[in-house]
């Protein structure tokens, strides 16, 4: 009985007392303390990934497996710049103030820090990390709770972005744990600490608040997962411990709530899940995952605009602000549907990866506008399609119509100068 008393208190304290791990397995790790720097840039990347750290944490420390001489040491953005796979998106180290002074600075004080520090340029990069189009975020525990909040208080800075949210063990609605052992919060003044309490206010309305972000489908193209800690800490003591209280420090109930079935970490605790000590680590294999199956998936959706730091597309017309990439929220059947009966379309993407069919629905469809990756709109690409241009036609440009028909797929193909280009279509 003791033992479970004592180990949750241990977990608690530790957070905000514990040093950062001294080692040494990547130089471009930031000292202890600072955040909100870049790992990687990648002028070119239309992708970033923002690893966002938990209470008591920071980019130093939070994703830094130390092999005390048993293995080598590792450092997750390390591993996922080296990774083939992540190959061609910048990684951005973000974070918020929360050491043992940090008091009255609670999550909506971290939550703004981190917006803050996104919206600027910060050296050695030329673009913030709100010029990408596609940001993915990877957070631990409160990284999570900074994260969702941030979101919610700044829709419109995302509402046009493919999103990626990875909450790794984020107590979205408190921890038991916290309540019970509130008085270490109160000990060190720690707003952040109390605000984690079971169904906290704060916490209960974010909680709302984001259920209805995602319900209302306010950033389109929003994809997350949930992942949980499987043990406690202290290796085979807590998983003892564990299996006799029957709880881990953030449950399924606590743990999984936006994302459909959470996905348990099989031996990992609360801090070893997000410390993998290579690219076979389970926690890295399910992030490579949900990037290939999910976050890639809605990139492809609608993937018209240029990649920061690159060349700048002109801003839309009012006349055309209606097609312009970032607003695909219909299937290319609910497009037809719309054309045939008169009312307002909306555009679909037809590229070399995601082909629109509208098949059998008899439909013409015009180009409003195409454009090419890297910078700017384009005035004509070649294309392929079972369907022909209106008037023999071998290439298309805006304002180009195709009558659709039967067994249609068009798709458009390269020109040979390293470019990919896509059609927006009305």
Known sequence: MFAAFLLPCLILLAAFTLPTASGAADERRPTAGVNNVWYFVENRADTVIVFVHGLGSDSRDAWYFEGEGKAEDAY???????????????????????????????????????????????????SAVLDYPNILFVTHSAGGIVVRHMLTRHVDDFADKAVGLVLIASPSIGSRDADR???????VRSKQGRQLTFNNPFLESLDKDFKNLVSEDRIPRLKGVEWLEHHLLFGTFGKIVGMARDEVLVDAQSGGRYFGEPHRMPGSDHVSIVKPDSRDHESHRALLYFYERSFKRVVAADDDMPAAGGDTAPEPTDETAEKA?????????????RARSGASSMPVRIDEKRSASFCDDHVRVEVSSVWKKGGGRADEV??????ALEGGKTKLSVGDVLPLGD?????????GRDEKYYAIFQ
């Open 76 to 126: 997750w953005p390390g591993l996922v710049e080296d990774d083939p796979a992540f190959s061609g998106s910048a990684i951005f180290l973000g974070g918020y103030h929360t050491e043992v002074d940090s008091h009255d600075y609670d999550f909506r004080d971290a939550a703004n820090q981190l917006h803050r520090s996104l919206a600027i340029s910060v050296a050695p990069a030329s």
């Open 325 to 337: 990439p970032g607003h695909n929220h219909g299937t290319a059947v609910d497009m037809a549907s």
């Open 181 to 187: 052992f509130r008085f270490i919060a109160e000990m």
């Open 382 to 387: 070649i294309t392929v399609s079972s369907a």
């Open 407 to 415: 067994g249609c797929t068009p798709t458009l193909v390269d020109t």
